[in-house]
């Protein structure tokens, strides 16, 4: 089970779940999806102990694109405005 997340810093952090669900309620989606896509994205990376913040991301806006292309815009404009990251560029 995934225990860390390596960001783009380099440093590690705890995997918490709760980041991702808090991450995804900001684009719009409701809780109960945001919750279902954070379980989803927690069993894709069962199998490691570390994952990089980059393919975090990657999976995460994978499955807001497959459910809602709305809040994966609304993300990617977020991360664009506030983080001043060009995360679809990142991720290509």
């Given at each position: 089970?995934?225990?860390?997340?390596?960001?783009?810093?380099?440093?590690?952090?705890?995997?918490?779940?709760?980041?991702?669900?808090?991450s995804i309620l900001k684009t719009g989606a409701p809780i109960d999806v945001a919750r279902r896509i954070?379980?989803?994205?927690?069993?894709?990376?069962?199998?490691?102990?570390?994952?990089?913040?980059?393919?975090?991301?990657?999976?995460?806006?994978?499955?807001?694109?497959?459910?809602?292309?709305?809040?994966?815009?609304?993300?990617?404009?977020?991360?664009?405005?506030?983080?001043?990251?060009?995360?679809?560029?990142?991720?290509?």
């Amino acid at each position: 089970m995934v225990n860390k997340v390596i960001k783009r810093d380099g440093s590690e952090e705890d995997f918490i779940i709760e980041k991702i669900i808090v991450s995804i309620l900001k684009t719009g989606a409701p809780i109960d999806v945001a919750r279902r896509i954070a379980r989803k994205i927690e069993c894709q990376f069962m199998d490691v102990d570390k994952v990089t913040a980059k393919d975090l991301t990657k999976a995460i806006l994978i499955e807001l694109r497959k459910t809602n292309e709305e809040w994966y815009r609304n993300w990617i404009v977020f991360d664009r405005a506030v983080k001043r990251r060009l995360t679809e560029k990142e991720l290509e």
